[in-house]
């Protein structure tokens, strides 16, 4: 697929994409004719996706990136723009979890980490990347979330997604908190940037199997990748500042904030 504004490909970059959920968001959005940056803080690990996904013809290309280290991320602006001109979509998807501990129980170190990475890291590749953004004629901004970040969710220890059917709504305080914070970005954002015609929204996968996890999970990687690359595709005029998750029908779910 072609850029709306030309006969350009549409040109990416997704964070923490040597693996998991992010390496799935790129095959896909590579399969749609996309030029894609896969972010990764390991060169190995990444070296080693960029060569597996550009095996089938894919235009892939490891970018290093370390969403907490600022001057990294300053340099792979730099990069796209050299040899890009332009940013179109940004997902946002490096992210680290925390112990599974209700709040008694929870270090600040472990808040303090799971923000590091999962909101501050969101912050500064977002406002890094804005400038090549906005060169876009179409731009669009995917925070990769969770449902544990739902505060109404939390308020009512219910899990809309069905994912944890049997135990009520999961606490992994700090990991919760950063998701949380990610939905108020999101918002923010989106309305920050709403008269510049850049779509911002907060997805979830759902819950897949990833290192993350242990690999557990009720989507495939794949499904979970479905609503993200919808969101950063979206046409003109689509939807910003809302919450969804990927589901087994491929259709999407709204989710509560
Ligand atoms: N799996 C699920 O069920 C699920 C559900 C809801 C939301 N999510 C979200 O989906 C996103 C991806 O998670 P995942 O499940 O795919 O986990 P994963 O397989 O562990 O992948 C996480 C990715 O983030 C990278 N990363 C971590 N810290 C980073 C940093 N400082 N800079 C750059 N990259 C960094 C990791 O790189 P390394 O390989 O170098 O560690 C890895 O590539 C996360 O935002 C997560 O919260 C996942």
Redesign the pocket.
């Known amino acids: 697929m072609t850029s709306p504004t030309g006969s350009d490909p549409r040109v990416a970059l997704v ?9 799935a968001v790129v095959e896909q959005l590579a399969d749609l004719g996309t030029t894609v940056y896969l ?4 060169e190995e ?1 990444g070296r080693t996706a960029e060569r597996e996904l550009r095996a089938d013809g894919r235009d892939v290309r490891f970018l290093r ?5 600022d001057a990294g991320v300053a340099l792979a602006a730099k990069r796209i723009e050299e040899e890009s001109g332009r940013l179109d979509i940004l997902v946002n ?5 925390t112990p599974w501990r209700v709040p008694s129980l929870t270090t600040a170190d472990e808040v303090r980490q799971g923000f ?3 909101v501050i ?1 969101y912050l500064t590749v977002t406002n890094t990347m804005l400038p090549l953004l906005r060169r876009s004629e179409a731009a669009r901004i995917v925070n ?5 970040g739902s505060l109404t969710a939390a308020a009512e220890n219910h899990d809309p997604t069905g994912a944890f059917p049997d135990g009520g709504f999961p606490v992994i305080l700090g ?1 919760s908190l950063s ?1 949380t914070a990610v939905n108020a970005l999101t918002v923010m954002y989106a309305n920050e940037l709403r008269e510049e015609g850049i779509l911002v929204n907060a997805v ?10 242990d690999h557990s ?1 009720i989507l495939t ?1 794949e499904q ?1 990748a479905v609503m993200p690359v919808r969101m950063a595709t979206l046409p003109d005029g689509g939807p910003t500042g809302t919450f969804t998750c990927s589901d087994a029908t491929g259709t999407g779910q709204d989710l509560p904030w």
């Not at 998807?93 to 979890?97: K, L, M």
Request: charged residues 25%; without cysteine.
């Open positions: 964070t923490g994409a040597n693996k998991g959920v992010g390496r972010g990764a803080r390991d690990r990136l370390d969403v907490t280290d998807n490096a992210g680290i979890s590091e990475t999962n890291g990769i979330s969770s449902v544990l990991y998701k979830s996968p759902n819950w897949v199997p990833t290192d993350a996890n999970g990687r979970g």
